[in-house]
C-alpha cells in the first residue's frame, strides 16, 4: 500500500487510510475540538452498527459520536460528495445505534452540514456554525430528549440504513 494514503486520525491517533470522506473528517474532527469546545474523549470514532436484514447482521459504522454528560448527541456521517444524500442514512443511524435516539444527526463534508432533529426527522439548519458547542450542549442539556426508538419502526429503519449504507458494510 502507498504510505501517501496513510495520515494519522485525529482523534484516536490511529492509522488511517486517506481515501473517500476521510480527508473531510479529519477537519471536522479538528472542528468540533477547536472550534465547538468538545475534548477529544467526547467523540467516538467509527462507532459499530449492526442492523439485520433477512436474519442476517450487516455490520457498518457511524463515522463520528459525539458525547456530553456521558450521553450521545451527535451522531455525524462525514461525506465527500452530496450532503444531502446521506441525511437519511444518518438520521437511521442516530435512531438504530444505542437504546435511546440520539438527539442530533448530522450529515457534513466539514464545510457544510445538515443538522437534523432525530426524534422528528426535522432539518434544524443547514450551517455548519449552528452545530452546537459543547458549552451550548451543556446549557441546554435538561431540554434533550434520549427517547427510545419505536420497536414497530424498528425493522423498517435498518432496511433503510442499509440500503443506504451498503458501501461501508463489512469493512
Same mark, same amino acid.
Given at each position: =500500500?502507498? =504510505?501517501?494514503?496513510?495520515?494519522? &486520525?485525529?482523534?484516536?491517533?490511529?492509522?488511517?487510510?486517506?481515501?473517500?470522506?476521510?480527508?473531510?473528517?479529519?477537519?471536522?474532527?479538528?472542528?468540533?475540538? #477547536?472550534?465547538?469546545?468538545?475534548?477529544?474523549?467526547?467523540? $467516538?470514532?467509527?462507532?459499530?452498527?449492526?442492523?439485520?436484514?433477512?436474519?442476517?447482521?450487516?455490520?457498518?459504522?457511524?463515522?463520528?459520536?459525539?458525547?456530553?454528560?456521558?450521553?450521545?448527541? =451527535?451522531?455525524?456521517?462525514?461525506?465527500?460528495?452530496?450532503?444531502?444524500?446521506?441525511? $437519511? !442514512?444518518?438520521?437511521?443511524?442516530? $435512531?438504530?445505534?444505542? &437504546?435511546?435516539?440520539?438527539?442530533?444527526?448530522?450529515?457534513?463534508?466539514?464545510? /457544510?452540514?445538515?443538522?437534523? /432533529?432525530?426524534?422528528?426527522? #426535522? @432539518?434544524?439548519?443547514?450551517?455548519? !456554525?449552528?452545530?452546537?458547542?459543547?458549552? !451550548?450542549?451543556?446549557?441546554?442539556?435538561?431540554?434533550?430528549?434520549?427517547?427510545?426508538?419505536?420497536? @414497530? #419502526?424498528?425493522?423498517?429503519? =435498518?432496511?433503510?440504513? $442499509?440500503?443506504?449504507?451498503? !458501501?461501508?458494510?463489512?469493512?
Amino acid at each position: =500500500m502507498n =504510505m501517501d494514503y496513510i495520515i494519522t &486520525d485525529y482523534i484516536t491517533g490511529k492509522a488511517v487510510r486517506n481515501i473517500g470522506p476521510e480527508g473531510s473528517r479529519q477537519i471536522f474532527e479538528k472542528f468540533l475540538v #477547536k472550534d465547538k469546545g468538545f475534548e477529544k474523549k467526547d467523540i $467516538r470514532v467509527d462507532e459499530e452498527l449492526i442492523v439485520q436484514f433477512k436474519a442476517d447482521d450487516y455490520v457498518s459504522v457511524i463515522d463520528l459520536i459525539v458525547f456530553c454528560q456521558d450521553k450521545a448527541v =451527535m451522531a455525524i456521517t462525514c461525506v465527500a460528495g452530496s450532503i444531502g444524500s446521506y441525511e $437519511r !442514512e444518518i438520521l437511521a443511524g442516530a $435512531r438504530l445505534v444505542y &437504546d435511546y435516539q440520539i438527539p442530533f444527526a448530522i450529515s457534513t463534508d466539514a464545510r /457544510n452540514a445538515v443538522i437534523m /432533529n432525530t426524534l422528528t426527522g #426535522k @432539518t434544524l439548519h443547514q450551517d455548519i !456554525e449552528n452545530i452546537p458547542s459543547k458549552k !451550548e450542549l451543556l446549557k441546554n442539556f435538561a431540554a434533550l430528549e434520549f427517547k427510545k426508538f419505536d420497536e @414497530t #419502526k424498528k425493522e423498517r429503519e =435498518m432496511i433503510i440504513y $442499509r440500503s443506504f449504507n451498503l !458501501e461501508k458494510i463489512n469493512i
